[in-house]
């Protein structure tokens, strides 16, 4: 099924279903008003396309029968596993030749452009209702948003093109990758006390969750970033692909992290 049809078959949690909201951008608009998320970035993107269609507050599950999951190993992430992982924006709509695409909204930062890679690889990832979709969709700051959109819906540019650019600005190869990546866990276990004082009980439960998920993505990332490589492949590790697999696994173990009962104990 088309990246298209997949996000418009989803129902909001009104219908039983996964998200806050699915439909035309400019309904979104238009039933929020001014208290809207990024509206004037949003009326923007409706002047390239006026048909775009946006879902809100997505939450799908973690699959711990997927392959990749498996290898990295991080159990506590598929104890919380339902409707876990979290989608703030997804735009999505077609192309000037009538070609499905869609775009992951992520935060400002380095460490937001790994999230949103991470959700890139759960949606697109094998088994999911998206996994043939993967070469409709990228992910993307929301500075970025605008050029990406105009690249994305009004040519025909392949998406793996734009995605490739967009990742030239967060770094220049896997080492630089792999730095953020073990930056933004360092950052994590650092901070993580701080974000759970005060909060008690479920509240607690919650944020412990939260930041489960993003140390999960951070792994996810550093593994399939560095199996897609097809460089590394043949100059590090002379196309052996069990090595380069047996490479990306020990790189997603250095993710430093906490577990959910040290995390409680803090």
Request: proline letters at 1%; hydrophobic letters at 35%; glycine letters at 4%.
């Amino acid at each position: 099924m088309s990246i298209y049809a997949s996000l418009s078959s989803l129902k909001t949690w009104k219908e039983d279903g996964c998200c806050d909201f699915n439909g035309y951008l400019e309904d979104y608009l238009a039933v929020h008003g001014d208290n809207t998320p990024h509206r004037e970035l949003f009326e923007q993107i409706l002047a390239i396309n006026e048909s775009m269609k946006v879902i809100v507050g997505l939450r799908l599950d973690i699959k711990s029968d997927v392959i990749t999951n498996r290898i990295i190993r991080y159990k506590d992430a598929f104890k919380n596993a339902e409707k876990a992982i979290y989608y703030e924006f997804v735009l999505y709509g077609k192309n000037v030749n009538d070609g499905d695409r869609a775009i992951i909204a992520c935060d400002d930062t380095k460490e937001g452009y790994i999230y949103g890679k991470g959700l890139y690889y759960c949606m697109s990832e094998p088994n999911s209702i998206f996994d043939m979709a993967r070469n409709e969709l990228i992910s993307c700051n929301y500075s970025e948003l605008v050029e990406a959109t105009k690249s994305l819906f009004t040519t025909d540019f392949k998406t793996g093109a734009i995605q490739r650019k967009l990742d030239q600005k967060q770094y220049a190869n896997y080492d630089e990758l792999f730095t953020i990546c073990m930056d933004y866990a360092n950052s994590l276990k650092e901070n993580v006390k701080a974000k759970l004082d005060g909060k008690r009980d479920q509240e607690k439960v919650d944020a412990m969750k939260e930041i489960i998920i993003q140390w999960f993505l951070i792994k996810k990332v550093a593994y399939v970033q560095y199996m897609m490589n097809k460089s590394i492949l043949m100059a590090v590790h002379n196309n052996d692909i069990k090595e380069q697999r047996t490479v990306a696994k020990e790189n997603a173990d250095k993710i430093p992290f906490y577990s959910f009962s040290e995390m409680w104990r803090l």
